[in-house]
């Protein structure tokens, strides 16, 4: 073991720098705190080091009270992305999004909303508000005696009610008492009447209002009454079975969960609503068999005008099973189908269900509605068998056309593919990691539910996509899935039928990197530039811990997981230091003078945990000329900063800032090269829209005691901002880069990057 490098108490930095969350906070130039020593396989954190978990993050771990684990990332513009670890297998999940709401619930809970479970246990806002430290509160109500509910550890009670909470291990014990109440009262539509919810048990997220367990009396309806008669596969009247109305309409005029949302009892269900027009969704549980089946029945619109309407819904309609037969054997890993219902006036209302270990059959439609629009989105994940030589994936997605629900066999041929080999670099081997990914077309990518995936890494895989010019991709991969964290997550690509490439993932070294994109249809969704003067005010944002393939960012500061990580950024106006501070906290607005300049903007992060051994810690620092331009605007493809307001502000000057990418040759998934002679090629460049100015030079230094002592390595130049660097290393080393290059505009940056890679001994 080596010691890390102590670095200068104080670097210079310069600007006003604003640095956003969305950015991981990694616009810090950072002096360098004095590193620890690792001791006896232990890793100590210097003073200041915090934990990244206990800090606010982009990424945020929600828990479901079936212990189902989301990981749920929201974008600047809005988007929304969710990822699911499941508890148990098989496993479905019926989303909502209406009027800002998101609601992801288990199919087993959906019967109880209103009836012993809150619809807050569902909420992702509430979720978020209510959860800490992996833990999901609860309230519970009660008569009689504090009943035993499995899972739940109570912290207070008193008469009639009780506190608790349920951790990721027993909210699974909770989830399948709940499976097993669901199968049980499916056939009689007795839900929240006894077993688990018996003795008026109803449960409410900490903090939230408490309801009544069991349902209301049966209303006399004041409004038009709209019976919805349903019948199950064998034409008999339906009991137990969900259906879902909405208005086509404005949805804010019939909007209540608990309203919109019935269950058949002896081939009826009831609502109260006013005249309008509206569509259905009814979703049907089957259990016979080997395999629980899900039937998924769309009336795309319908008139409620008297007093009472009528409409009828047949399981039988939902004849078209959902089948995405893909051209090499693969293990289903999730399915989807979605339906998008635009109203007339007001925000469109999305439906869709999720599942894993059923089979699924939808009913085509043929009709368009005539108020509104609709959009019907089928998706598919699916992995290599575990028994399988190689590793491989299918990630594919099928927009219907506009206004109808088409029949879902889905022909997966290998011509109409994009493929990745994707190499997974881990110097810490571990089989607990994971990947996500993220695609459809730009509306279904407004919002999104996907499998986390459990993988090995070091690994090699290829991934599949469907192609198509309307249809864009985005992997994020996890280093560490038990705690959602580490890895990288990659920008939005689109992919044509036949396309192939290749992508390196946690490829050492790691150090900051700016935000990037490929322009297209991804610009729909706004990037932050990584570096921009808005007048007289400096905004920047970078991502430490990041690989070297463009596009991908890596966890920067909030996405480590338990691990200790410590940043400092430091900014300097013509040599005189106008800010500093710990990048963790975030870095407030920090003014330029209006005159021209040179800026110095320095940035160190490091991490400290067994889990990380190799790229630990860098310090980079960037200088570069600045002169105000109040005329200069972005691309509609990115955003400088927000407004007080929340809006994007697209009215900035990129600024000038270089960047360094390494390639290190013969280096094995692990992080290690061989003894003897290295060779590392490294490409200088600028952020995007950061100018074309000319690289003049570079230099290099390389330690093999993490800095005490350094060594020059040798530099040709290759032409277009490329060098090869090479030197000699020693078996049973760390290899520590410093390497500096600039520019013809006056542009410079320095990175040293400690224990970047590894010597095999």
């Not at 073991?1 to 720098?17: I, N």
């Not at 459809?440 to 198509?468: D, H, K």
Request: hydrophobic share 40%.
């Amino acid at each position: 073991m080596f010691r890390l490098p102590r670095r200068s108490a104080s670097l210079p930095l310069a600007g006003l720098v604003v640095l956003t969350a969305a950015g991981l906070a990694c616009a810090s130039g950072l002096p360098a705190l004095a590193a620890p020593a690792a001791q006896a396989g232990r890793v100590v954190a210097p003073p200041g080091a915090v934990r990244s978990s206990s800090l606010a993050s982009p990424v945020r771990r929600l828990l479901l009270i079936n212990g189902d684990r989301l990981m749920v990332r929201a974008g600047p513009d809005g988007r929304l992305a969710v990822g699911l670890r499941a508890a148990a297998r098989p496993d479905a999940v019926n989303s909502l999004r209406f009027g800002g709401q998101t609601l992801e619930i288990p199919a087993a809970a959906l019967p109880f909303l209103g009836r012993g479970l809150s619809p807050s246990l569902f909420s992702l806002t509430a979720l978020e508000k209510a959860e800490s430290g992996g833990r999901l509160p609860v309230q519970v109500a009660f008569t009689g005696r504090r009943p035993a509910i499995p899972g739940l550890t109570i912290t207070r009670s008193g008469l009639g009610h009780a506190n608790g909470y349920l951790t990721a291990a027993s909210a699974r014990a909770f989830g399948a008492a709940l499976w097993r109440q669901f199968r049980a009262d499916h056939a009689r539509a007795a839900y929240g009447t006894d077993g688990l919810f018996g003795h008026g048990v109803s449960i409410t997220l900490a903090g939230a209002p408490l309801t009544a367990a069991r349902p209301a009396a049966r209303p006399s309806f004041r409004l038009h009454t709209l019976t919805v008669h349903g019948t199950n596969l064998q034409g008999k009247p339906d009991t137990g079975d969900d259906v879902f109305i909405t208005s086509a309409d404005n949805i804010q005029r019939f909007d209540g969960l608990q309203e919109t949302d019935n269950f058949f009892y002896r081939g009826s269900a009831k609502f109260s609503l006013p005249a309008g027009h509206y569509w259905a969704f009814a979703s049907f549980s089957n259990f016979n068999g080997r395999r629980p089946s899900l039937r998924f029945v769309v009336l795309p619109q319908f008139t409620v005008a008297g007093r009472h309407s009528t409409v009828r819904v047949s399981e039988r309609s939902a004849s078209s099973e959902v089948t995405m037969p893909t051209p090499r054997p693969a293990t289903e890993q999730q399915e989807g189908f979605e339906v998008v219902r635009g109203a007339r006036t007001g925000t469109p209302y999305s439906y869709s269900w999720s599942w894993q270990g059923f089979s699924a059959w939808v009913s085509p439609t043929t009709r368009k509605p005539t108020v509104g629009t609709l959009n019907a989105y089928s998706s598919g994940t699916f992995s290599s068998p575990a028994n399988s030589a190689t590793h491989y994936a299918y990630n594919l997605d099928y927009p219907g056309p506009a206004g109808i629900v088409p029949p879902q066999h889905f022909k997966v041929d290998a011509a109409d593919l994009g493929a990745v080999t994707e190499h997974y670099y881990q110097d810490v081997p571990t089989p607990d990691a994971g990947w996500i990914t993220f695609g459809g077309t730009v509306a279904q990518l407004s919002f999104e539910f996907q499998p986390v995936i459990q993988f090995r890494m070091p690994q090699v895989q290829t991934q599949y996509f469907t192609a198509g010019r309307t249809l864009l991709w985005q992997l994020e991969t996890l280093t560490n899935l038990n705690q959602f964290s580490g890895g990288d997550n990659d920008i939005s690509r689109q992919f044509s039928g036949g396309q192939a490439e290749t992508q390196n993932w946690n490829a050492y070294p790691l150090h900051p990197a700016p935000f990037t994109t490929l322009g297209g249809l991804s610009a729909a969704f706004a990037t932050p530039t990584s570096a921009s003067r808005s007048g007289n005010v400096l905004n920047l944002d970078f991502t430490p811990f990041s690989d070297n393939q463009f596009g991908h960012t890596g966890p920067g500061f909030f996405g480590n997981g338990s691990a200790l990580v410590a940043g400092r950024y430091v900014v300097d106006q013509d040599g005189r230091k106008i800010a500093s501070g710990n990048a963790l906290n975030g870095v407030p607005g920090i003014r330029l003078s209006a005159r021209p300049s040179v800026i110095k903007f320095s940035l160190s992060a490091d991490r400290y945990s067994s889990f990380y051994h190799l790229s630990t810690g860098s310090q980079t620092v960037w200088t570069w000329p600045t002169a105000r331009d109040a005329s200069a605007r972005v691309p509609r493809a990115w955003f400088c900063s927000f407004t007080r307001s929340g809006r994007l502000d697209r009215q900035c000057a990129v600024q000038h800032l270089m960047t360094l990418s390494y390639q290190v040759q013969g280096m094995s998934l692990t992080g290690q090269t061989r003894p003897g002679p290295q060779v590392v090629n490294v490409t200088a460049g600028h952020i995007q829209l950061g100018g074309t100015a000319k690289i003049t030079g570079a230099t290099a230094q390389v330690s093999f005691n993490d800095g005490d002592s350094w060594f020059p390595a040798h530099v040709t130049a290759l032409g277009g901002g490329r060098f090869k660097v090479t030197y000699s290393a020693p078996a049973g080393v760390d290899v520590t880069l410093r390497v500096s290059a600039s520019d013809a505009a006056g542009g410079s940056i320095s990175e040293t990057i400690v224990r970047g890679y590894g010597v095999s001994k």
